[in-house]
């Protein structure tokens, strides 16, 4: 629901993608475009507003949330890319950087079903995965925001829903995509914020996301002391 011009990604990522979109491909060699950045850069929206420029839409396959056995995984992935060929949907794909690298029979079976997937395809990933995935794929990077980007991201979207906050102090605090930021910031607007300064509010909203991305990996650890209860010597 957001034109490619008013997206919060750098124009030289928007470009690269519209040129590749662009270049002809042989009936023998589809499109795969790999997509890579952190969570809430901006991936899924950038493929879905190039795709609507061309009348098309988008179907997510979360490969993640397919059973984990070789068989099952194959068979549900093929079922889905024929689905998405069949609505004439062009599928985008996450997860695949959670294949074990060392599980090289299902490595190679999603690699072939890939492969014979008729048209062009997109696959969202983080910068540094590895992928069961031909060589000849494009691969295009949405690097993280810089501080002052995120504080533009930030007052530029509170803007356009009347929301006030210190976007600056909320840019130097956390560094999170335009998506997330969106998304926070959607969240406050559906609970009402009412007036005045949102920036506690908008705090809270983006602890609750992180904490919710890390309580699988992570565990939060309350502060016991005080600065003034540090036992270090004063130079230090």
């Given at each position: 629901?957001?034109?490619?011009?008013a997206?919060?990604?750098?124009?030289?990522?928007?470009?690269?993608?519209?040129?590749?979109?662009a270049e002809?491909?042989?009936?023998?060699?589809?499109?795969?475009l790999?997509?890579?950045g952190?969570?809430?850069?901006?991936?899924?929206?950038?493929?879905?507003?190039?795709?609507?420029?061309?009348?098309?839409?988008?179907?997510a396959?979360d490969?993640?949330?397919l059973?984990?056995?070789?068989?099952e995984?194959?068979?549900?992935?093929?079922?889905?890319?024929?689905r998405?060929s069949l609505h004439?949907?062009?599928p985008v794909?996450?997860?695949?950087?959670l294949?074990?690298?060392?599980?090289?029979?299902?490595?190679d079976?999603v690699?072939?079903v890939?492969?014979?997937h008729?048209?062009?395809?997109c696959?969202?990933?983080?910068?540094?995965?590895?992928?069961?995935?031909d060589p000849?794929?494009?691969?295009?990077?949405?690097?993280?925001?810089?501080?002052?980007?995120r504080?533009e991201a930030?007052?530029r979207?509170?803007?356009?829903?009347?929301?006030?906050?210190?976007?600056?102090?909320?840019?130097?605090?956390?560094?999170i995509g335009?998506?997330?930021?969106?998304?926070?910031?959607?969240?406050?607007?559906v609970?009402?914020?009412g007036?005045?300064?949102?920036?506690?509010a908008?705090?809270?909203?983006?602890?609750?996301?992180?904490?919710?991305?890390?309580d699988h990996?992570a565990k939060?650890v309350?502060?016991?002391?005080h600065?003034?209860?540090?036992?270090?010597?004063?130079?230090?």
């Amino acid at each position: 629901d957001t034109p490619l011009e008013a997206l919060l990604i750098a124009p030289e990522v928007k470009r690269r993608v519209v040129l590749a979109l662009a270049e002809p491909t042989p009936p023998h060699a589809p499109l795969r475009l790999v997509l890579r950045g952190r969570r809430g850069s901006g991936r899924h929206s950038l493929v879905a507003a190039v795709a609507a420029r061309v009348d098309r839409e988008i179907v997510a396959i979360d490969t993640s949330r397919l059973p984990h056995g070789r068989r099952e995984l194959v068979l549900m992935l093929r079922a889905a890319l024929f689905r998405a060929s069949l609505h004439g949907l062009v599928p985008v794909l996450s997860g695949l950087e959670l294949i074990e690298p060392t599980d090289f029979e299902v490595r190679d079976a999603v690699r072939a079903v890939l492969r014979t997937h008729p048209g062009p395809l997109c696959i969202r990933t983080s910068p540094e995965s590895t992928l069961p995935i031909d060589p000849g794929f494009v691969s295009v990077v949405l690097p993280p925001l810089l501080e002052t980007e995120r504080a533009e991201a930030w007052a530029r979207l509170l803007q356009s829903v009347g929301v006030t906050a210190d976007a600056d102090r909320l840019a130097s605090r956390y560094r999170i995509g335009p998506g997330i930021i969106r998304k926070v910031i959607a969240n406050l607007t559906v609970a009402g914020p009412g007036k005045g300064d949102a920036t506690a509010a908008l705090d809270e909203q983006v602890r609750q996301h992180v904490a919710a991305r890390l309580d699988h990996v992570a565990k939060r650890v309350t502060r016991t002391a005080h600065w003034e209860d540090v036992a270090l010597p004063d130079e230090l």
